[in-house]
C-alpha cells in the first residue's frame, strides 16, 4: 500500500502544472499578446497548435485562421483553406497578424485585402495581387470552361465513344480522385509531398482533369472577374463545366430524337452539316450514340457534382481562446454561420444537386434490374427503347444473369458510391491533423471494393474484373505512400528529396501513360495499324527485290561474273573495253558528226 501511495505521489509531482505562454489580445493595445498563464495546458481546439515563440513571434499552424471578433470581444479561430504550411508571424503593434500574413482581412480571414482579389474556380481561394490576376469579362470565363467539353462532345458524337463499357470505370474514378485529392482538400493536408515539382505536377494534373471537365481549370483560376464576388460564389462557380456538359449532351439526344422523326426545323438546320456525318460510323445509330454520349458525361460529372456540393455544405468548429466551441461556420467563408443568412442559398443549391444529380440516379442503378422496379416503369410507361439503351450504356458490361449466373447490373453504382465516400471523408475530415485516419478509412474502403469484385467478379469479360482490381491495389498503394511520406514530414521538417518526388510522380503518372497509349488505340487504331501495314508491305517488297538480287548475283557462272565485272569496272590507265570503244573514224578531226535517230540531208538527196 505505501509503494501504492509513492508511485501517486510521483504521478502528481510529475504532472505538476508549469507556466507556459499563451495567446490573448489585448484591448488597450489592440494586438494580440503572448502572455504567461498558470496551469495545465489543456486541449484548446484549434489554439492547441499555436506556440509562442520568442521575441512576439507565433508559429501558427497549417489551415487555421485566427482573428478578433469585435462584436463578441474574444479572440475566435477555426480551420480554414488558405494556406497550408505552417509560418512564423510577428504579432508586435500588429491588430490582425494572422491575416496579413496571408494577404487577407475581416473574421477568420474571409476577405481578401485591398490591393487583392480572389480568382474563380480556385478551390485554395488563394488571394492574388491586382496585377497577376488579370480582369475580364464573364464571357471569357463561360468560354473557358465550355470550350473543352464542346470539343470532347463532338469526338465521343464522332467516333461513339463508350466510357461505361467497362475498360474505363475504374480508371476515371483513379484519375478522378487523384485530381480532385491534389486539387483540393486531400494534398492541403500533405503540401510537403512535392515542393519542387510543381511543373510536372501541373502536367500530370491537367492530363487527369480531362476526365472531371477541369480542363479550363488552370486559365480561369487566373480570371478575376468581379472584384466583390464571394467566396462561396467561387466555389459554386465549379458547376458550370458539369452542368453544361450534361446539358449538351441531353440536347443531342434531344436532336437526334426530333431528326429521326423527321422534324422540319431540326433537319433544316442540320443539312449543311450532313457533310460530316458520312465520316462517322454508319453502323450505329445515331440514337445510341448519343446516349452513349450522355451515359460517359454523367459518369464523368459524377465526381465534381458530388465534390463541389460537399464541399459547399464543408462546416467547421469555432474555437474561443478558452478552447470551448462557440458556433459553426462555413470551411470556405468563416464569415457566414452555417445554414444561416447568406450560406442558405449555396446550402439549398447543393442539397439540390445531391438529391437530383447524386443519390437518385444512383438509387436508381442500384435497383433497376429489381422486378418490383421494371413492373412500376411497364406500369407508368416509362421503360421506353430510350430509357433501355441509356441503362444499357451505363450496365452492359456487367452480367445481367441471361446465362444463369449471377445478376450484377447492381454494380454499376459501386464506383459512384466509392467516389462519393471518398469526398465525403474529404470534406468531413479537415484537420491536417488527422491525415493517417483519413488515409486509412480510404484504404478501408478501396480494400472492401476490392474484396467484392475478387469475389463476384461482376464483369462480363474476365480481363475487366482483372483491370479493376490492379487499379484499386495500385490505388492503395499510392495512398500508402501518401500516408508513410506524411508521418516522415511530420516527425521532420525537412522537405522530401527530389529523387523521391520523381518517383512519386512516376507512380502516379503510370495510369495515364497506359491510358493515353490505349485511347490513341481505340480512337486511331484503324488507320495507324493501316500505316503500319503499309510500311511494313513496302519494307517486305524492297527486302525481296534485295534477295532477289543477291540470290541472281550469287547464280552466276565464274566466265559470266569476269565478263559483267569487264564491263562495269573502269581500268586504272583510263582505257576501256574494246567493245566500247569507238572506231577510230569518228574520233578524226575530219570525221562527219553523226546524226543519231536522224536522217541527214545528204542522204534523203
Known amino acids: 500500500m505505501l509503494f501504492v501511495y509513492l508511485l501517486l505521489l510521483c504521478l502528481f509531482l510529475g504532472n505538476e502544472a508549469h507556466p507556459h505562454e499563451a495567446l490573448s489580445y489585448d484591448p488597450q ?106 480582369s475580364y469579362h464573364w464571357i471569357l470565363f463561360f468560354l473557358v470552361e465550355t470550350s473543352p467539353v464542346t470539343i470532347m462532345f463532338i469526338i465521343f458524337m464522332f467516333w461513339n465513344v463508350k466510357l461505361t463499357a467497362g475498360y474505363a470505370n475504374c480508371y476515371i474514378a483513379y484519375s478522378q480522385i487523384i485530381s480532385l485529392q491534389i486539387n483540393t482538400l486531400s494534398m492541403t493536408h500533405s503540401s510537403k509531398m512535392l515542393p519542387h515539382g510543381t511543373v510536372a505536377v501541373s502536367i500530370v494534373l491537367s492530363m487527369y482533369r480531362v476526365w472531371s471537365f477541369q480542363v479550363g481549370h488552370v486559365v480561369s483560376s487566373h480570371l478575376c472577374v468581379h472584384s466583390d464576388i464571394g467566396q462561396l460564389t467561387t466555389v459554386a462557380l465549379q458547376y458550370t ?67 463541389v456540393s460537399l464541399f459547399l455544405l464543408a462546416t467547421t468548429r469555432v474555437y474561443n481562446e478558452t478552447g470551448h466551441v462557440i458556433g459553426h461556420v462555413c470551411f470556405y467563408d468563416g464569415s457566414m454561420s452555417f445554414m444561416k443568412n447568406g450560406h442558405l442559398k449555396y446550402a439549398i443549391l447543393a442539397i439540390a444537386v445531391l438529391i437530383f444529380l447524386v443519390f437518385v440516379p444512383v438509387l436508381f442503378m442500384t435497383f433497376y434490374q429489381f422486378r418490383i422496379i421494371q413492373t412500376c416503369l411497364s406500369k407508368w410507361h416509362l421503360n421506353r427503347s430510350g430509357l433501355i439503351i441509356f441503362m444499357d450504356a451505363l450496365q452492359g458490361c456487367y452480367k445481367d444473369g441471361s446465362d444463369g449466373g449471377k445478376d450484377c447490373r447492381w454494380f454499376s453504382s459501386c464506383f459512384y458510391m466509392i467516389r462519393f465516400a471518398v469526398f465525403f471523408l474529404y470534406s468531413l475530415i479537415l484537420n491536417p491533423r488527422n491525415l493517417f485516419e483519413l488515409q486509412f478509412s480510404i484504404q478501408c474502403i478501396l480494400i472492401v471494393s476490392l474484396v467484392v469484385i475478387l469475389c463476384l467478379n461482376p464483369y462480363k469479360y474476365k480481363w475487366y474484373n482483372k483491370l479493376d482490381v490492379f487499379i484499386i491495389a495500385y490505388s ?80 552466276r557462272t565464274f566466265d559470266e561474273e569476269i565478263e559483267h565485272r569487264s564491263l562495269t569496272r573502269i581500268i586504272s590507265d583510263g582505257s576501256l573495253p574494246d567493245r566500247v570503244l569507238q572506231p577510230s573514224r569518228y574520233n578524226s578531226s575530219n570525221s562527219s558528226p553523226i546524226y543519231y535517230g536522224a536522217i541527214s540531208q545528204n542522204h534523203s538527196s
Open 29 to 134: 493595445s489592440q494586438s494580440f499578446v503572448c502572455e504567461l498563464v498558470k496551469g495545465h495546458r489543456r486541449n484548446t481546439g484549434i489554439f492547441e497548435d499555436i506556440r509562442c515563440i520568442k521575441d512576439d513571434r507565433v508559429k501558427m499552424s497549417p489551415m487555421t485562421c485566427v482573428s478578433f471578433d469585435n462584436e463578441t470581444n474574444r479572440t475566435v479561430g477555426s480551420l480554414c483553406p488558405y494556406f497550408q504550411d505552417s509560418f512564423n508571424v510577428s504579432i508586435e503593434n500588429e491588430s490582425d497578424p494572422f491575416c496579413n500574413h496571408i494577404n487577407r482581412s475581416g473574421l477568420l480571414c474571409s476577405q481578401c485585402d485591398g490591393d487583392y482579389r480572389l480568382p474563380l474556380n480556385s478551390y485554395s481561394l488563394k488571394c492574388k495581387p491586382s496585377s497577376e490576376c488579370h
Open 241 to 307: 463545366s458539369v452542368f453544361y456538359a450534361l446539358l449538351l449532351a441531353f440536347i443531342g439526344y434531344v436532336v437526334v430524337e426530333l431528326h429521326s422523326h423527321q422534324f422540319r426545323l431540326v433537319v433544316w438546320i442540320s443539312k449543311p452539316f450532313s457533310w460530316c456525318l458520312r465520316f462517322r460510323d454508319q453502323s450505329v445509330d445515331p440514337k445510341t450514340v448519343a446516349l452513349n454520349t450522355l451515359a460517359g458525361f454523367y459518369y464523368m460529372a459524377f465526381a465534381k457534382l458530388a465534390a
Open 476 to 555: 492503395n498503394f499510392i495512398t500508402s505512400i501518401v500516408v508513410y511520406q506524411f508521418d516522415l514530414n511530420s516527425l521532420s521538417s525537412q522537405y522530401p528529396s527530389s529523387m523521391l518526388e520523381v518517383i512519386f510522380l512516376l507512380l502516379v503518372s503510370l495510369p495515364l501513360f497506359c491510358a493515353t497509349i490505349y485511347s490513341i488505340k481505340m480512337l486511331f487504331g484503324s488507320r495507324i495499324e493501316f500505316l503500319y501495314h503499309l510500311l511494313r508491305r513496302k519494307y517486305l517488297e524492297n527486302r525481296n527485290v534485295l534477295n532477289n538480287a543477291s540470290e541472281t548475283f550469287s547464280t
